[in-house]
């Protein structure tokens, strides 16, 4: 118990002071919950943390490599986060704003680096040898594979996005110049994030050349809630765009519009070796 505060103490002060209290369980994790791993709700991975808490890991089941831990970062932790991007005078623009970063990462961003890693390996969700087995399958089923958790460093590159309301992100693929692995974690509104397949999306053109009617390629929608993380690999991190349009009309989860406020993110990647 003893350490679990000390953890929690180490990292509320990589992230700055919080003055929220909570119970250190996100008000939003029960929220906007879609279970479709496997379509089998009895396949929902819920490893314990050193805080105690069950992380619930989600896979998209249309797309392969992508993951979702609703419930990663705690209210608290959430509040300390944007403490420290207030801090750091991240947070004063009116419009869409970013703060990039390479090489040596903050305090908190390591820190960010290192739950992740943490989180995965508790999850046990993937372990050296099923790497070795190279099995799709089995592989398919990591949250994050083995030869992505163990690279050193994790990320080295990060960015903040800050969005005003109706602001978003076109739909892309991110650049090549960084590794396969990249993490976001949400802050603040919630939002749909649409994922569409670069290989339909080329189809449906050639189609449209060739004059053939097409339905256009479904997109899948992905609700990003506070505190959330998701992983992108293989097929999600490159074989599918990703975009966030919070234009009226496009932010609909269940029927409803989704109130759309300030909006937070850091995307953590890796840079490719340059020999
Ligand atoms: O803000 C987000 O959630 C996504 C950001 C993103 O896709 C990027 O920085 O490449
Ligand atoms: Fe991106």
Redesign the pocket.
């Known amino acids: 118990m003893e350490e679990e505060e000390e953890l929690k103490a180490i990292l509320r002060n990589a992230f700055g002071d919080s003055s929220s209290e909570s119970d250190g369980e996100s008000s939003h994790d029960r929220r906007g919950r879609r279970v479709r791993v496997n379509d089998s709700s009895d396949e929902i991975v819920r490893p314990l943390s050193i805080f105690g808490d069950t992380h619930t890991w989600e896979s998209i089941t249309e797309i392969n490599g992508l993951w979702i831990c609703r419930d990663f970062l705690s209210v608290d932790l959430q509040s300390s986060l944007l403490s420290a991007f207030e801090k750091e005078g991240y947070l004063a623009g009116t419009s869409h704003n970013q703060a990039m970063k390479f090489g040596d990462l903050p305090p908190w961003a390591l820190e960010l680096s290192y739950i992740i890693r943490e989180n995965v390996l508790l999850s046990g969700s993937c372990s050296e040898s099923m790497n070795l087995v190279t099995s799709d399958s089995s592989k398919e089923s990591c949250f994050f594979p083995s030869e992505l958790l163990w690279r050193e460093p994790l990320f080295d590159q990060l960015?903040v996005?800050i969005?005003q309301p109706g602001e978003g992100?076109c739909a892309?693929v991110?650049l090549l110049r960084f590794e396969d692995g990249?993490a976001?974690i949400?802050l603040e509104s919630s939002?749909v994030?649409h994922f569409s397949s670069v290989e339909a999306e080329a189809n449906h053109h050639l189609e449209e050349v060739n004059r053939v009617c097409v339905v256009p390629s479904a997109k899948i929608p992905v609700l990003?809630t506070p505190g959330s993380l998701i992983l992108m690999w293989g097929e999600a991190r490159y074989k599918w765009k990703?975009e966030?349009n919070r234009k009226p009309g496009f932010q609909i989860w269940e029927g409803q519009e989704i109130d759309q406020k300030r909006?937070t993110?850091v995307?953590l990647r890796k840079l490719c070796r340059t020999e």
Request: with cysteine.
């Open positions: 960015i996005n969005y992100i892309h991110d990249i976001i949400s939002c994030m990003l990703h966030i909006r993110s995307t």
